[in-house]
């Protein structure tokens, strides 16, 4: 049987450690994989405290932002990837440009597509449209943290605001 990948969206800036850091590190204790973008602030919260289990079976998988190299095609972006990141996936995706139109493709597509769930926890404009996207696929999706983070990114939909539900919304999805 195929090991599930938990999909954790954020900040590139804010760690939220208080809420990224409990949940790698369950995330790891579970034995299921984290994937994220790669980057700083929550995707590095996560994947460091993720890797901070010992024994963990999963792996910490980012689909990193690329720019185009003359030699080797496609290249992550400098700070891409974090030092917490076991298996890096680069692709000739673009990251998702806030002036970009609805239809635009981005690595957003990836991370979404590749997750089995995902967790959003406040973030901006990209992890907006991660929720959009896991909505569009029908991905089971929940937001972690405090609502008012949430609605001043435009979502208004319930936010689960403890570890132990997030727990529980993840059991659920794979029982």
């Not at 195929?2 to 590139?12: A, E, L």
């Not at 792996?59 to 990193?64: D, F, K, Q, T």
């Given at each position: 049987m195929?090991?599930?990948?938990?999909?954790?969206?954020?900040?590139?800036k804010a760690q939220w450690s208080d809420l990224a850091e409990p949940l790698g590190r369950w995330i790891a204790s579970a034995?299921?994989?984290?994937?994220?973008?790669?980057?700083?602030?929550?995707?590095?919260?996560?994947?460091?405290a993720f890797c901070s289990v010992p024994d963990r079976a999963g792996?910490?998988?980012?689909?990193?932002p690329t720019r185009t190299d003359p030699l080797v095609g496609f290249v992550p972006l400098d700070g891409y990837p974090n030092p917490h990141?076991?298996?890096?996936?680069?692709?000739?995706?673009?990251?998702?440009?806030?002036?970009?139109?609805?239809?635009?493709?981005?690595?957003?597509y990836a991370n979404i597509l590749s997750s089995d769930v995902v967790i959003?926890?406040?973030?901006?404009?990209?992890?907006?449209?991660?929720?959009s996207l896991a909505q569009r696929f029908r991905k089971p999706?929940?937001?972690?943290?405090?609502e008012r983070e949430f609605q001043a990114m435009g979502y208004g939909g319930q936010c689960l605001s403890s570890?132990?539900?997030?727990?529980?919304?993840?059991?659920?999805t794979f029982a």
């Open positions: 195929r090991m599930k990948t938990i999909g954790v969206m954020g900040s590139g034995g299921y994989n984290v994937l994220t973008g790669g980057g700083q602030g929550v995707m590095l919260a996560v994947a460091r792996r910490s998988i980012a689909v990193l990141v076991d298996v890096p996936i680069v692709t000739p995706l673009p990251r998702r440009e806030p002036d970009a139109g609805p239809e635009a493709v981005s690595r957003n959003a926890l406040p973030g901006g404009p990209g992890t907006v449209d991660e929720i999706f929940a937001c972690f943290g405090p570890l132990d539900q997030v727990k529980a919304f993840v059991e659920s």
